[in-house]
């Protein structure tokens, strides 16, 4: 399985950002799809999760500004950020369930600067 991380980017506090992570590899439907992030000088963080059924959950710090979704005829997980802040800015990665294994994408950079 390998996964396609895309859509980080350069973005003004308050704005946004939707990040695509599509799925290759695979024969069938992915457990769980996620999405984390490392800041500078931090420890990697869970941002956002979306089980096979539809749910999902969300870190305390996004909540409210961040919606997880995915398409499972596409194989695709996004993350549609808004409301951005400087202390969103790290690589985000996503990160799927499938099987017994856990595969992880190379990595997107958000930077949210004025």
């Known amino acids: 399985v390998q996964l396609q991380a895309s859509g980080g980017g350069l973005v003004q506090p308050g704005g946004s950002l939707r990040l695509s992570c599509v799925a290759s590899?695979?024969?069938?439907?992915?457990?769980?799809m996620a999405w984390h992030r490392q800041g500078p000088g931090k420890q990697r963080e869970l941002v956002a999760t979306i089980g096979n059924g539809g749910n999902i959950d969300y870190a305390s710090s996004v909540k409210g500004r961040f919606i997880i979704s995915r398409e499972n005829d596409k194989n695709t997980v996004y993350l549609q950020m808004n409301s951005l802040q400087p202390e969103d800015t790290a690589v985000y990665y996503c990160?799927?369930?499938?099987?017994?294994?856990?595969?992880w994408g190379q990595g997107t950079q958000v930077t949210v600067s004025s």
């Open positions: 590899g695979t024969r069938f439907r992915i457990n769980r």
């Open positions: 990160n799927v369930n499938y099987g017994f294994s856990e595969y």
